[in-house]
């Protein structure tokens, strides 16, 4: 019996019925095997994150693509069989914006929609904003040479 070759730090297993069993290391690599439609979804879910958050770092996390932000995820996405997913990496997210995501599927930590109906700018922005919300104040940090010497 073979093995599956577990994942490696930064790698997203592509869990899509053409890319069953592949890896892939950034977010480019994760969109380059997708189907047509699937891709052109996530690559505009993609921009439309980058417009939020133009200084989110892309990351693979958990498996999947995502994008952090002073060392905290604050969004991913996946292509699914069933069309694609947005995760805002909390439980409480989804629960807060509730009232926009009228005519999408959701689980506590995922909004599932069809690669045929990619989720609004506007969606984005807010799940984004409502996210963000939940993220404690980045902490400054001293430098040595302005820390005070008694």
Avoid: N, W
């Avoid at 879910?45 to 989110?56: F, G, K």
């Avoid at 892309?58 to 604050?74: K, L, T």
């Avoid at 609004?120 to 940090?141: D, I, K, Y």
């Amino acid at each position: 019996m073979q093995r599956r070759r577990s994942l490696t730090r930064g790698e997203a297993r592509i869990t899509t019925s053409r890319a069953s069993s592949r890896t892939a290391a950034s977010i480019d690599a994760y969109l380059g095997v997708l189907d047509d439609e699937r891709r052109a979804t996530l690559s505009k879910l993609r921009r439309s994150i980058r417009a939020v958050v133009p200084a989110a770092e892309e990351c693979i996390s958990y498996g999947m693509p995502a994008f952090r932000v002073d060392g905290r995820v604050v969004a991913g996405f996946q292509a699914t069989s069933g069309g694609c997913s947005y995760y805002p990496f909390s439980g409480s997210t989804l629960g807060a914006v509730g009232d926009a995501l009228e005519g999408f599927q959701r689980t506590k930590s995922a909004l599932h929609f069809p690669a045929h109906r990619p989720l609004p700018a506007a969606l984005v922005r807010r799940l984004l904003r409502a996210r963000m919300a939940e993220l404690p104040p980045a902490r400054a940090v001293r430098s040595r040479s302005t820390r005070r010497r008694d």
